[in-house]
């Protein structure tokens, strides 16, 4: 069974910096891309970040570029999200999640999402 | 607001079949595979159509997409109160070099 957990969120003070990791078991993670998305509390979706199997390409959407940073340990199967200089918006549930296949193409797309961790970014 | 463009809400009554749109450009939807995912309530979201059209294994077969130009669309037949749930589209954004998401559309079942 695939299970991927979370862990690392809390609240932060804006401008300050958290890291969110995410345990992945019950398939061959050094197989596959990895995700994390996001969600504010009632809101929708966001794609935040990704990265390949072989951490070869990083991609992040704009609202987090220059701020936070993906990476991924294979032997730990775990995935990694550096967030730096918090914003009050950035306030989310963040989710990490399995791609389809290792590399980032839109043939892939997410197949197992964690139960997410809460960021709440607050003075 | 979201690149991809969902109706943020629609409904339907127990046994007929709605239709849930995403609505998107040639950088996106135009030129790539579309996702569909379902978020029930207090849940994680969960993968129910993918390459525009493939199902998962465990996906009933009442849920279908399908893509034409750069729109998506998600079918439901045989709707049940636990279809109650937002449903979410997604593909890549060639412009962006990313993934995109639809708003979300919230689906009642009346």
């Known amino acids: 069974e695939v299970q991927l957990v979370e862990s690392g969120g809390g609240l932060v003070q804006p401008g300050r910096s958290l890291r969110l990791s995410c345990a992945a078991s019950?398939?061959?993670?050094?197989?596959?891309?990895m995700h994390w998305v996001r969600q504010a509390p009632g809101k929708g979706l966001e794609w935040v970040s990704a990265?390949?199997?072989?951490?070869?390409?990083?991609v992040y959407a704009d609202s987090v570029k220059g701020r936070f940073t993906i990476s991924r340990d294979n032997a730990k199967k775990s995935v990694y999200l550096q967030m730096n200089s918090l914003r009050a918006d950035d306030t989310a549930f963040y989710y990490c999640?399995?791609?389809?296949?290792?590399?980032?193409?839109?043939?892939?797309?997410?197949?197992?999402w964690g139960q997410g961790a809460l960021v709440t970014v607050s003075s | 607001q979201s690149v991809l463009t969902q109706a943020p809400s629609a409904s339907g009554t127990p046994g007929q079949r709605v239709t849930i749109s995403c609505s998107g450009r040639?950088?996106?939807?135009?030129?790539?595979?579309v996702c569909w995912y379902q978020q029930l309530p207090g849940t994680a979201p969960k993968v129910l159509i993918y390459?525009?059209?493939q199902r998962p294994s465990g996906v009933p077969d009442r849920f279908s997409g399908s893509k034409s130009g750069t729109s998506a669309s998600l079918a439901i037949s045989g709707l049940r109160s636990e279809d109650e749930a937002d449903y979410y589209c997604?593909?890549?954004?060639?412009?962006?070099?990313?993934?995109?998401f639809g708003g979300g559309t919230k689906l009642t079942v009346l």
């Open positions: 999640a399995k791609d389809m296949i290792r590399w980032l193409e839109s043939w892939g797309g997410i197949d197992y």
């Open positions: 019950g398939f061959s993670f050094e197989d596959y891309a």
């Open positions: 990265i390949t199997w072989n951490s070869g390409k990083m």
């Open positions: 040639i950088s996106n939807i135009g030129n790539n595979y």
């Open positions: 390459s525009n059209d």
């Open positions: 997604s593909t890549w954004d060639n412009s962006l070099s990313g993934w995109v």
